[in-house]
Structure formats: C-alpha cells, structure tokens
C-alpha cells in the first residue's frame, strides 16, 4: 500500500508543466468557456446550451456562497452554514433557531431574513477590448488603472433598471467580463435544522472526512410578497448519485491563486498567510474570551467564532500546501516552462518578460508595509464599520463616478446602502470587547506612535476610546444611520457622533495606506498580471480556466473513494455511520445528537447515504452549491473539502492524492427531512408525494 | 491543530535519552519485575502477588500468539486470526470451517485440531548466575557461546516431567531465566465466526482503526478426554471498559529491537529490512499467482496471504519508522548519552566501550552474505521443510545434547516430533508451484554457480527438480515421517526420496552458513550485546523492560481516543459503525457482511461497543492477548495495533503520537454471540446466564 501510494505521488510529480493542466478533473470554469471538450472524451457527456443556461439561471449566488433553485416557487437549497448568518438575524435569546432548528409547515410562517439578499447570473458579455483599450491609452501603470476604472464604471453604468452589472476581471486582467445579476431582496427562511446537525463534530471534523452532517438549509425568495417565479429550477434526485457517478458542480467559488507568479507565493508563504494567520487568531481569541462570559454572549460569539476557526484551519492547510518543497517547486518549473518558451519568440518577451521583474519588486517592497496594512482596521466592530463606512461614502461619492472606490460605484450603491441600513441586531458587550482588544494587539504590534494608533487613540487607553465611542453611539438605530447618509458631508463634518469621529479620525491614515497598496501593489499586480496572462495565452492558448473569484463557475468530476494511509475511504457515508460517531464518543460535545436525531433512530432508514465525496475542482464559495447529475438533478449539495484539498487554492491536487469535495447527499436530505424533521410539505415539493 | 500536532511532536523530540523511557505506559514487563511503581505513581493500581499469578497462569501462549483461559473448563477466547491455522487444520474443502464459522453447541461437537497445542508458563527462576559463569570460562566468544550453551541446555534438562522447560535470555543476554511450562496438547474448536466477520475490512483495515472487527474465537482444552480444569481463568466482562480506564494487556509479544546498537539498526534498514521485504514479496506473489488458479486453490493460499500481507504491512510500518529521522537521530541521542556516561567511569569504560565497536564490525560484514543467507531456504514448501527437518535431525541428536542447535534439544524434541508429524493437510499443488517459483527466484539473485542453487538444482530446472519432488515423495504420509525419524541415520542416508534427496544435498550448504553466521554474526552480538547490557545496568540501573522475545509480558495504558489529522479519533466503535462501512462501500469486498451478521441487523443492539483503543505498549504476539481491568476481569481481546504505532518494535511511540493498540470489545463479543452466533450456551460459561 505505501508504494502504491509512493507511485501515485511520484507520478504526480514526473508529469511536468503546463500538460498536468489537461490530465484531471481540474478546473473551475467560466460558462462562456465550459470543460465541453474534457467532458465529451472522458465522460461522453455533451450538455445542450439549455441544459448549461438552465444550470446557470438555477445557481444562486450568495454573499460569499452558493445555492440552487429548486422548485418554480423560488424555493433555495444551500448549506446550513450559508444560511446561518440569516437564521442568526433571525434568532433572539428567546428563540434560538441557530441552536433549535426551525421549520414553516406552510409559507405565511416563513421568516423574511432582515437584509437577506441573493441573485443569479443573468446574462454575459466580453469587454476586454473595451477594457484593455482604455487601459493601453495609459501613460503608466497608473493612469492605465485610472482610465481602466474609469471605463469599467462606465459599462457598469449602462445597465438595464432591473439588473445589477458589474465588470469581472478574469486571468488576472487578461479578460474582462460584464456580469448582470438579477438581485433577490426578500429572502425567507423555509426549514433549518439545528446546527448542532448541521455542523456535526464541530471544528474537529470541518474539512474532514468520512463525515456525518446535515449541513442544509432552505429558504424562498419573495418578488412583491409572493414566491417568486422561478421557472429555472433544477430538480432534486430522490435517490442521488452512486459510486463512479458523473457530476458537475455549479456555483461561486471564492478565490484561488493559482496564477500567481512565484514571486507573488512566496510573499503569500512568508509574509501574507503568518499574518493572515495572526489577524484571525487574534479576533478569534476575542471572541473566544468574551464567549465565556455567559451562554448568551456564547450565543452572540458562536458565528463569528465558528466562521474564525473554518477560516484558520482553511488557512492552515493551504499553508501547510505552500510549504511543502514538492509542489513549491512544480511551481517553480510551470512558470520556468512558459518563461523558457516565451524566450524562444523574441518580440514576445521583449514585450512580456519584465513583467515577472516588476512583479516581483512590487511583492519584494510589500513587506514593509505589511503589519501596517493587515492592522489599521476597525473590522473587527460592525459599528466601527459602519462609521468608517458612512465617513468614506461622503469622500468617495463627491467625486466622479469612475474615479471612485469600486464599492462606492453608483451601480453598488444600492447594495452597499442596504446592508449598511440593514436591521440585524447589534451586541454592545461584543462590539467594545472585539474592538478593544483589537486595539490593544494594534498597538503592541504597531507601537503607539504609528499614525492609525495614534489617530485612534491619541493619549488615551483602547478601553476609554472603545468604550466611549461603543457606548454613547446612536449609530445602532438604522435611523440614524439613514439621516446621516442622507445629509451630507457636513453632517459627517459637525457630528459628535464619538463613533463617527473615531472613524473620521482614522480615515486618512487608512486611505494612504490604501493608496500606496493599490500604486505599489495592486495596480503593478494588475497590469503585469495582466501581460503575463497574455504572455499566457501565446505561448498555450485559452487551455485553462480563470483563477475563481466569486462569480459564477462550473466544476466537474466523479464521485469516488479514495486511498488514505494504508486503508479505503468510502465514496460516501451513511446514517449508520452518524449514530457510530456519536456513541464512539458517548456523546461527548461537538459529537453529540440534538434530540430530534436521537428520537427518529428507529424510524430512519439507516442505510441511507448521508455524505458523499466526489472528485470535482472547488473551493470555498462552493458551499451550497449543486452537486447536479447529467439529468440535471441535484444530487447533493456541496458543503466542504477534506483536508487533502486544503492547498488547492495554489494549485489544483490530484484526485490521486484523495483530495476531493464533500456533499450532503439529496436522499439523505430527503430522509432527515421525512423522518427527523416531519417537514413533508417541503418534501413533496422537493420530489412530489 | 496543527499547531498542537506540532507541539506534541517538538516535545516529543525536546525529551533527551534516557528520561524519556520513564514518561510514558511503554514497556512490556517481565512478571518478575512488573512495573509496580508507575502503577500505584500513576494509577494508584497495587496488585497482590495472586493477581499477578492469576494473570500469569490464565494466560496462554499459543505458537506466536497469545489467548486466556476464561472459564475453569479449559475455555479460551483468543484471536480469529490466532485461531486460523487450527480452523483451517480443520477444515476441507468440503466443510469450510474459515468461511463459514462454527459453534459447537454441546461438548461433544467442539472439534479436536490435528497437532494443536497451547501452554502457560507455570514457574520461573534466574539462572543469570550460572549461565554468565559458564560464558566467562570460554576463552573467546566462540568457545563463550559453546560453553553457555552446554550449561543452558543442563539447565533445561532439569526439568519436572509433566513440564517443558526453556532457558530464556533477557536484555541481550544480560540475564538468563529458566521458564517451565505446562502444555496442552488436546485442543478442540468451540466456536468460531466467518473469516469475513472476523477479518472485516481485510488488508486495507489491518493496522488501522477505527476499525470494526469480531477478530475472535474461542477454543478448548483438554485433558485424558475431558475439558481440563483451569482454575486461573479471568472472569469476562460483560459490559467491558469505559474511556480512560486503567487496563493491563498480559501475553507473548513476538519480537522487539529497542535495545539493539545504532550499527544493528543501521544494518535493518538499509539491508535486513529491505531484504525481508523481498523474500516476503516473493512468496506472496508465489501464491497470489496459485490462488488464481480456482477457489479451491484460493482457499488453500489464504491463510498464508493474509500471514504475508500482514508482515508486509508491518514490515513497512516498521521500515517507515527507521526511515523517520527524527526518531533515528533520537536513537542515536540516546547511544551516545550511554556511552558518554559510561566514558566517564575508566574502568567501566575499558570493558564495556568495545563492544559497540564488535557489534559494529560484525554489522558491517553482514552484508556480503545476506542474500544466500535469506534465499538458501527450502521454506516456501512444507514439504521440503519436513524433508530438511528429518535430515538435520539425525545429524544433531546423533551430537553430545549441549553441542546441537537449540530447538533439536532433547528439551525440545517432543514439540518437534509432534509438529513434524502433523496430520494437517499439504495441497501438493500449492507446495509444487511456491517451491519451483521460489527456486527460480534463488537462482535469479543468487546465480546458478552459487553452491545452494548448485546442490539444489544442479543443470536441472527448478521445475523439473521440485515437480518430481512433490510428486514422488511419500512424505504426505505422516506414518512414513515418523519411520524416517524413527529409522535413524542410515534410513536417511539410503532414502530414495526425492525430497529427502534434495533436503540432503542442500544440507551442508545451509549448514555452512548458519555456522558462518552463529560465529561471525551472532555469538559477537550476543557476547557483546550482553556487555551492552551489562554497561546500561551499571550506568542506569534496571529500569527498563527487556526486549520482547515470544515470552510472557505484562503492558499497561488506558482506553483512550487521540488526534490523527485534524480531528479526533474515538476511544470506541459501535455495530453502528459496522454496518456503515460495508454499506458506505456497497459492500464491495473486504468490505461486505456475512449473511449471519446482514440477518442480525435488526435484532443487534447497535449501540455496542464493538473495538476499541488503548495506550498499552504491545507488538504482534500480544494477538489474542487479554485485556484486563484492575478487578482482572478481560475487557477485551488484543488483537492489532495502528499504523501510528508499527515502528514500535525499534522505540515506544508515544500515546500522544496517536500510536494505539485494538481490542474487540468483550461487550461486543457478547452481543455478537448472543444476537448473531445464537451462542448461547456459550454466554453463559462466560458470564453466566
């Protein structure tokens, strides 16, 4: 068994770049350019162009994840995780969905989710020439971002009163893309179970497997108080995939960076991910200490912690993959193989080869100004948020349209104003905690006299500033912060506001901060990234797909088993296998059953499938998204990876090597929801009587 | 967690020699210096004498394996897997005993197993004295390792005669102890589950856990006709072991090397190890290749390709170990603080210090000879083994008792009859093909001109020489084995039987070079691995447990789950459990169910433990060996160990390495028993009604 798997990885590394690109089921692909081909040799699969709208039109994007229509009456699958930041707005101390579950026998007792939002990619178009023109009348690297911002505002302008349109840059600039969304604004809660079901065995079995959750949620989008109409559904498998089973996956993966150069990965590896890492950690311990207070601050933490830990140990894998030497250095030989080829065709690298060069350097000055940029933040309060939030409207919306932030474009004003204005509740004793220790770690890394510390604090203690500022601010009633959007840059000038004017004291230190990132940084970033994605396409043409980046992407593969250590892991769990992990370990917390569980054990069909894993290219935004057959039925929902498939943010893992995704399967669901949950209306309108 | 992972390891490594050896529950005891003081220090556990010898004497050594009485009618519960060369003595093609199980519901059904036989180690007393008095009148070490000989084989003569006696070396010859024994050679089959049950999972779950395995059978022995009285037996637990229990594990671990020089275990990895791994290779692929010929021939290989696989497995396990660095260089760390302690005593020094410097020499000549010393073998063939047996049988005994190899002592020569003459099936096909295949191999690496292939095979092909061997012989016949035996050396010298023929002429050659090895190799490490011992006594005290060497020892730990990855593992699995893997694999093979076990679903209590892990420091040999609570109750029955754990034989993996032994659950054994086996009469010698 050790040499067999010995023989995989030596396989894996024999084969060199750029032909491993072709080899596996990689890639998240854009729907203008489906794997059409990858699909007809190696699975004979040839979806019609209805089949591929159909899925497009069904995949619903949200705020970092993914779900699916999956009635005509506007009813979403996705995973419990995704929906859990909506059920908490929609839970009191009084009533605690997140931890009991809830379920609407009939759509009156639907919840509306205050602020909820979702949208689907209605239509698409190529504006790279439009783009890249402007870009080219650019005397430096820029003024080409000036007058490529100024030109994408104006696309992003001309759009049809219903849509929300947005240019989407894509091989790291090599393509431009405009997107029109059609938005959702009443979302409803339909069914959750309890989280404790939903995230079975905690933190310990996130990105593990074999697993056993029942990570599901379902809500309905509403269109003038009605369930919309939304005659782009996918319908769901009673029976799901089995073994071997062809699959794609449709949805919104996050990001990857896997066309960074090498130069950009070690900045990740040595500088960027440790301090990812001690940003996280420190708003974990945060939380973590204010959790202990009392189980109600333990409810008010819980998301936040939870979402903390999925994203460390998500950090952690991907690191540990930019550490290991092996794929290092196959990295090291893909960008040696285009750089050598580019070298065969002078004028090429005449025009494409510096731009490593100044890549590099940019990545090389980052360093310095690293600690400064990962802490001079109020992120860590939502108040503070907001008051930075409605300081920079004010400066950024006096100025032309294209010369703006991208948030503050009037094409996202609309969004921006509604989670700004959003209702969801606020928690005093969390607020001043966060932010204070928050200060605290600021100041002991920055030292007392850098300018964001200095700006926030003056003379005086994180606890006096925070307190005051967290106490006495109005900022917490919607209201307020309505009139002060709606009165203008003197409002902002002449409040008293103590939040607003920590957030206006701030604001210039974080915007030269922000400045200097996008000057020395990101505009270098984009304009070589650029050359180099073109540099790209020369040498190899259009073969891959784009690094994701939170738009709308189709994945594929198989589900299938893998080899871990000396033994087999199954293509998928069952309910058996639920009741063994909590007895294995009497029950004993994150492993325990939520009563509801514990009473339908002799009415379930324990042999029904429950996960399942499968070998498809996706990344985190996949949460909630279709697991669909060739029928175009969803069998599973995709809700997370195993650990294996942790560093595919910089590269795609072999399926070889048991990286695969994890699904909670559609008969499983089908099941929980008969037989756990009672909850037979959504039943039959899932599959029917 | 990785971070804890981490800590866990830098700890691990941070701990110098020789403290480290008193942290943790390693060792594998003699009775005679059980660990009494880390018992009452750490789990205030104070045996009595009688506990002690109640634990002793109710446990049995089977050949390489371990089991216990568990009633006072001569009941034993041991391993499947320990149990299987008996079951397949007993079976036919016809009444396939492995796959189908058996239960003897009266006395009078349990089946007698053709030359089974099991013993228990009555008494014991150091002969340390005389045996080092004896060694120190030699004037070499050659004439040192004559002259112990003699003196132990006097030892061994002295003997009760209802007893089998055996001088045992402990701590590389640092002490000598004379074992009795009581054997029991009437040994009858009571029940036994289908292979299936007992081996679920196969070689893929072998050495892995959670794991989900009824790996046990029980047996009984008797005496003139009728089931002896086994007064020390360990009463059964009905509900066995909760997490964190205290818990010792008594039996015959095989084989560890932790006290060997950095040159022994140097030889290990880069020659012993990789050359075992070839011989075993060789015969497994031998009788893959067989047992494709029909499913009477697989039945046949079987047992001996789930032996091979299984040393395979761990064979790898225990290379990886060696090749593992970090734990080398702690090997080595801990040589080197030895020998520097003992540099600071001259005189010690002055008689200890060149032993490394012998053993080392030795090592280093080993090689040139390796490969003749691993392939001159007869071994793949019981056949041939039979034939080599009788022929070096009569050129021993016709030797002075102190001058033979050990196991043709007188002492010895009644267990050596016995096996030899077993009536066990031979399958003439499987002997012809493993026996020529093998000779084919030999002369491949070895060459035709070397002198065993030349003895063997002379210009003949290895075909025809064995063909005519297996097919002539009359050795199948155990009438005629004895008459050879009985018919003294000229019977020998004239036969015309082809096999006797072969044995006969490969004789001197293997002969040779074990003389070759016993002096040039063996009796160095022993006379020098003794001064070794002798050096760590008289620098560190007797502190630590001898080597393992197939003899009674006594482990301790508690049940108790651990990290692997980035989640937990549990203490326990459940029939929950069962049931889930075979269906997660749709019970493809080794993962699908016997039908008793399929019909049993409904009526098992599924929430039984079924296996479950401990800290307790274990190798194989310790198969079968029974789990005790501090009330001497059996809790379960020993019966592998995880991968984190293989490398054991050279070092103590730490617990928090995640190393663990697996045990069948005595609760689970009930359930299986009562609900599946309708066993019933059974459960009741065991626990009563």
Known sequence: MFVKKCLALLLFVAFGAPTFLARADDGMWTFDNPPLKQWKERYNFEPSKGWLDKVRLASVKFPGASGVFVSSNGLIATNHHVASGFIERLSTKERDLLKNGFYAKTQAEELKVPDGNVSILESYDNVTERVHNAAKSGTSDADSATKRTAEIAAIEKDCPTALRCEVISLYSGGEYWLYRFKRYTDVRLVMAPEEQAAFFGGDYDNFVYPRHDLDFTFLRVYENDKPAATPNYLKWSATGAPDGEFVVVSGYPGSTARLLTVSQLTYQRDVGNPLQEKVWKTRRK????????????????????????????????????????????????????????????????????????????????????????????????????????????????????????????????????????????????????????????????????????????????????????????????????????????????????????????????????????????????????????????????????????????????????????????????????????????????????????????????????????????????????????RKGEVVGLNFDSNNQKLSNRYWYIEEAEGSRAVGVHSAGIIEALRKIYDANELVNELIGK
């Open 286 to 629: 945060v939380l973590e200490d204010y959790s202990k207070r009392n189980a109600e601050a333990q409810r008010q933490a819980n998301p936040g912690m939870r979402s903390l830990a999925n994203s460390l140990k998500r950090l952690e894998g991907q690191q540990n993959g930019l550490l290991n030497p092996r794929n290092f250095a196959r990295k090291e030989a893909e960008e040696k193989d285009l750089r050598d080829k580019l070298a065969e065709k002078a004028e090429l690298n005449k025009q494409y080869a510096p731009a490593w060069e100044a890549i590099a350097k940019a990545n090389a000055d980052l360093p310095s100004k690293a600690n400064q940029l990962a802490f001079s933040s109020l992120g860590s309060s939502r108040l503070a948020t907001i008051a930075q939030q409605i300081v920079t409207y004010h400066i950024e919306t006096a100025k032309p349209d294209g010369e703006r932030y991208p948030e503050f474009r009037d094409t996202r004003l609309e969004a921006f104003r509604s989670s700004l204005l959003s209702p969801a509740p606020i928690y005093l004793d969390m607020e001043e905690a966060a932010l204070t220790a928050w200060m605290v770690e600021a100041r002991n890394l920055l030292g007392a006299n850098d300018p964001f510390v200095k700006a926030a604090l003056g003379e005086a203690e994180p606890a006096e500033v925070v307190g005051k500022a967290v106490r006495e601010t109005k900022l917490t009633d919607p209201a307020v912060r309505r009139s002060l959007l709606d009165g203008g840059a003197a409002a902002i000038a002449s409040s008293t506001d103590p939040m607003i004017m920590l957030a206006r004291r701030v604001e210039p230190v974080v915007r030269a901060l922000r400045d200097w990132n996008e000057k020395n940084v990101i505009n270098v970033e984009t304009a070589n990234g650029t050359r180099i994605a073109q540099a790209r396409f020369a040498v190899y043409g259009k073969n891959i797909p784009p690094d994701a980046n939170s738009q709308l992407r189709i994945a594929y593969g198989v589900l299938k088993g893998y080899e871990e250590d000396t033994t087999l892991v199954p293509f998928r769990t069952t309910f058996f296998g639920l009741y063994d992990r909590a007895l294995s370990f009497d029950e004993m917390p994150p492993f325990n059953l939520p009563a509801s569980i514990k009473n339908a054990r002799t009415k379930i069909d324990l042999s029904t499938p429950l996960n399942f894993v499968y070998t498809a290219d996706t990344i985190g935004g996949n949460s909630g998204s279709p697991v669909i057959n």
